[in-house]
């Protein structure tokens, strides 16, 4: 029986599947893009079988030659591929065999596709998670540069999308900074627990076979076998952290979009988006929509959803392999896919901002946000803070009552609601005198905010040597496979 109406669990049945069957059953469309993984998984797995005298040595070499043969067209692009098999994994095997024949149907002893195809998940997601961290990275540094050349911009700080104290934008931009920060160390905590190698697990109990699993473990650039074949071709939970770190990454994002979106529109005026990330309307001539930031906000749905995905699937399943974790693939991919773009995109808008500082240090002078500062001078005064709190209050009543802020009352009238406050009070009130005293650790005055940076700095730094040491060894690894 050819390829072209085979499976690879044919001789069970008396006759072939359903043709509506196999195009449902296909995961082709989604698993194509694991050609790759799958290929070294395989070359790993011959060169051990040949070593442990499973397969000979002269079958093991026609089989690592074929393979690499194959792997030259995936990475050219020239792999045939035939949609009527029902993923790349049957695909590479019956190409194999139908090349070397007989060795290439001995590729498969000692291995199931349960533990052949979670192992080459595991490799992606290495890469995924790689390059998800580094994408963190750009916009980390964006937020970092942009936070640096505005250490004394002032805006409005807003806590119920209500005015409620003065904060530099070099303070702002951080807050996002440290968000990222954690998504990244999320990631790079959970790479420990992804970086497990399943291949030798086979269906389920494990093999008879005499099989090296710390060999192909380390050929793979995995650290270890997993300790458990059930869990091992049954655990989908890196799938499920990545996912989450996914979601919360594209939580943060949105966060940050919502302000550029908002702050960019003519009733803030704070930003200007840049032409290039920016888009215009069939009608209206004069629109300048911040398209960018309102999809990266909106695809924060999607990764959501991605997340519900998995972990209601997960819930349902008794241990070991069951089909329903096929579908794996199609939530980890697309939030994959979805979330690095997401985080160039945002790193691009941050860089081309343009900042409307008068605009944004005009509507300081607005919303009484210097009234935690009256506060604290008069609980400096001794005043209570609870009773200093009551009076302040009582000041701000009546400045909107007549039309004042706080620094145009007279010493008389502030006198009014409690005798502490002194001529001193008019050099706490301005704005820019309540950002420079916060000099708390962690605060916004440019005094200190330096230090943030400083820390953001060992944060980059710390990331990157990651990022490159585990693709440098995986690199290594790889091309011990395949010269």
Known sequence: MSSENKTLWSG??????????????????????????????????????????????????????????????????????????EDIHSNIEFLLTDRIKEAGARLHTARSRNDQVITDVRMFM?????????????????????????????????THVQHAQP??????????????????????????????????????????????RMRTAKALGFESPCANSIDGVS?????????????LTSVHLSSLCEELVYWSSPEFGFIEMDDAYSTGSSIMPQKKNPDVAELTRGRAGAALGDLVNILTTMKGLPTAYNRDLQEDKSALFASYDRL?????????????MQLNKGRMLEACQDGFLNATDLADYLAVK????????????????????????????TL????????????????????????????????????????????????????????EKERTRIAKAFDALTV
């Open 12 to 85: 069970r049945f008396g006759q072939g599947a359903a043709d509506s069957t196999l195009a449902f059953t296909s995961s082709l469309s989604v698993d194509r893009r694991l050609a790759r993984y799958d290929i070294l998984g395989s070359l790993a797995h011959a060169r051990m079988l040949a070593r442990q005298g499973i397969v000979s040595k002269e079958d093991g070499a026609r089989i690592e030659e074929g393979l690499k043969a194959i792997l030259a067209q995936v990475e050219d692009g020239t792999l045939p591929v035939q949609d009527q098999l």
């Open 167 to 212: 904060v530099t934008v070099g303070h702002w931009l951080m807050a996002h900074f440290f968000r990222l920060q954690r998504d990244a160390e999320r990631l790079m905590d959970s790479y420990k627990r992804l970086n497990i190698s399943p291949l030798g697990s086979a269906a389920l109990a494990g093999t008879t076979y005499n099989i090296d």
């Open 340 to 352: 690095v773009p997401c985080l160039r995109m945002a790193a691009a808008m941050v860089s081309t």
């Open 235 to 247: 655990d989908r939970d890196f799938v499920a952290e990545y996912l989450f770190d996914a979601a």
């Open 126 to 158: 290495r890469d995924a998670t790689l390059d998800t961290i580094d994408a963190i990275r750009t916009a980390e540094k964006a937020l970092m540069d942009r936070a640096s050349e505005n250490l004394d911009t002032i805006l409005p700080g807003f």
């Open 412 to 467: 008389d009238e502030l006198r009014g609601f409690c005798a502490r406050i002194d001529e001193d009070v008019f050099a706490v009130l301005p704005i820019e005198r309540c950002v420079a005293r916060r000099t708390s650790i962690g605060g916004t005055s440019p005094e200190v905010t330096p230090m943030q940076l400083s820390q953001a700095m060992s944060v980059l730094r710390r990331q990157g040597d990651f990022v």
């Open 382 to 409: 001794g005043l209570p803070f609870r009773r200093a709190h009551e009076a302040v209050g009582a000041i701000v009543r009546h400045a909107i009552e007549h039309g004042k802020r706080l620094e145009d009352l």
